[in-house]
């Protein structure tokens, strides 16, 4: 059974850092793909940042891309979102996802409908 957990969530003031991680548990993560998504409140659950089973390929959302880095320690098993300079709009849960990807050529997508198993989420508000 593939279990992820998000952690590193909490209060911060705008122009802040937080760093996400996502641990796994009952499988090693270098056979996975990781997906970061962001659920506003009262809105859609959206892709913010991928990293291939191999970490050599990432991919972030534009809106973020010159804040926010992904990337992963196989020996840790564990996948992290670096974020900074945060806005009150990052404001959101943050759940990381992982699927199945063997090959260590394929990249990653930031498409949820890509990944089967999701984490409870951690909250992240940023506030003064």
């Known amino acids: 059974q593939v279990q992820v957990v998000e952690s590193g969530g909490g209060l911060v003031q705008p122009g802040g850092s937080l760093r996400l991680s996502c641990a796994a548990s009952?499988?090693?993560?270098?056979?996975?793909?990781i997906g970061w998504f962001q659920q506003a409140p009262g809105k859609e659950r959206e892709g913010v940042s991928c990293i291939s089973s191999s970490g050599g390929y990432t991919d972030v959302r534009d809106s973020v891309k010159s804040r926010f880095t992904i990337s992963r320690d196989n020996a840790k098993n564990t996948v992290y979102l670096q974020m900074n300079h945060l806005e009150p709009e990052d404001t959101a849960v943050y759940y990381c996802?992982?699927?199945?990807?063997?090959?260590?050529?394929?990249?990653?997508?930031?498409?949820?409908?890509?990944?089967?198993?999701w984490g409870q989420g951690t909250q992240v508000t940023v506030s003064s």
């Open positions: 009952g499988v090693t993560l270098d056979h996975y793909a």
């Open positions: 996802a992982a699927q199945f990807s063997p090959f260590p050529t394929t990249g990653c997508t930031r498409e949820s409908y890509d990944y089967k198993y």
